[in-house]
Every structure is written in C-alpha cells, then in structure tokens.
C-alpha cells in the first residue's frame, strides 16, 4: 500500500524561483491537507481540501497556492520561493472523523 | 481557537522505564490523536480516540474529555521508541476537518 505519496523529498530553490509539490493518496479519502513544520511551532496548516473540488485557506496560506487535480491529488505551488518558506512540508489525507494518513515529508530550502 | 498544549517538551529515559507524555487543550473536541515522528522521518498516527483508554502493544493512550486532558504512556521504553511524539485535537461539529498540533515531545530513550 503506497498510502500518502510525496515528491520530491528534498529540494533546494533560489528566491524567486517557482515550484511545486505534488503529493497523491490511494485511500480514496475525501479530505487533504498541507502544513509545514518549523522548529518550535508545531505543524501548521497551509491550505486544505475538504473534498474534490474545494479548496480552502489554513492558517498560513499566504505565498502559496494549491491544486485540487482530482480526488487522489493535491499539489502545493510556491510561485516565487522567500526564505521564509524554508521549512518541512507535510501532506496529510483523512476521512473526516477519521485518523490521518502523512506523507514522508518534502525538505525545502530557499536561498 | 483550540489550544494545545504538551509536556514536557522533552524527555529523556532510560531503557525498561515507564513514559507519560502529557497533552492539554482548551475548546472541546470531537478526538484526540497521538502522532510518532521519528527523527527526519514521516509522521505516522498511533492513535484516535473521542474517550476512555486505547492500546496498542506498549502503547496506551488516555483521555479526559471533561478534564481536555490526555495522556500517552509507553511501557518497558526502548531505544527504538525515541522519537517525537506529537497530540493533535480534531475540532468538534463542522470543523472536525481540520486538526490544530502540539508543539511535540521529544523523547530520547537511552540504552
């Protein structure tokens, strides 16, 4: 079972430049989510999708943009990468009511 | 805004000792899960729970839903169970979609 698919793993991108990363379950579970980790904060939520379809802003949306390419992919975009956004990035799926299921995680650096 | 809070922050055992790992948050829920992030790896759900007691090998996991309290205790610890161990609280009613995270604890378990 591949659960939760990730790429890439890790990736280094210069400040401006674009990128995006892609992340693809065969649970068939209606919701995903993004959220990056940082040292000392915890996981935090970019943007989800609470179904096909939809997409909606977390908490820290703001440089970012996703994709709902249909129920099995999501895919998080950085249009022009700022230091800041270095940080471990997570996708998550889930029944709703249900336990989530996380990807491997990408690394990314902006220099 | 549910808050959540987890102590200690970090922990360090001895092998063979008993390990609670504490998690308090502050709206009601409708479930609490318990997250294993080894370190550079993925996060992996160790559990859901809405009340009482859940056990998984030398895992148990606790809640108090009128005291929003919950524990995570690991039995006969070994070195392979250090890790990050992080409490996630799913909100209750329309907002059960979207999980809020501790800061997590670290656990290091020494031979």
């Known amino acids: 079972n591949a659960g939760v698919t990730q790429t890439p793993k890790f990736q280094v991108l210069k400040t401006g430049q674009s990128m995006t990363l892609q992340c693809a379950q065969d649970?068939?579970?209606?919701?995903m989510y993004w959220y990056r980790q940082d040292p000392g904060m915890g996981l935090r939520l970019i943007y989800y999708?609470?179904?096909?379809?939809?997409?909606d802003k977390g908490e820290v949306p703001n440089g970012y943009n996703v994709s709902r390419l249909n129920k099995r992919e999501f895919s998080l975009r950085l249009e022009s990468a700022a230091p800041s956004q270095t940080s471990v990035y997570f996708c998550?799926?889930?029944?709703?009511?249900?336990?989530?299921?996380f990807g491997q995680g990408t690394r990314l650096t902006v220099v | 805004k549910n808050e959540v809070e987890q102590s200690p922050q970090n922990l360090t055992a001895q092998e063979g000792e008993f390990i609670t790992i504490n998690c308090s948050y502050s709206?009601?829920?409708?479930?609490l899960h318990w997250l294993q992030q080894h370190p550079g790896g993925g996060i992996v759900s160790l559990f859901m729970?809405?009340?009482g007691k859940k056990k998984h090998g030398r895992l148990i996991a606790t809640i108090n839903i009128q005291e929003k309290h919950s524990s995570l205790h690991i039995t006969a610890s070994h070195p392979r169970d250090s890790a990050v161990y992080i409490c996630?609280?799913?909100?209750?009613?329309?907002?059960?979609?979207?999980?809020?995270f501790g800061k997590g604890t670290l656990l290091t378990v020494n031979p």
């Open positions: 998550a799926s889930r029944f709703r009511g249900a336990r989530a299921f």
């Open positions: 649970m068939n579970h209606n919701s």
């Open positions: 999708s609470a179904s096909e379809g939809t997409t």
């Open positions: 709206v009601g829920i409708s479930a």
């Open positions: 729970l809405s009340s």
């Open positions: 996630a609280v799913s909100g209750s009613g329309g907002s059960n979609y979207k999980l809020t």
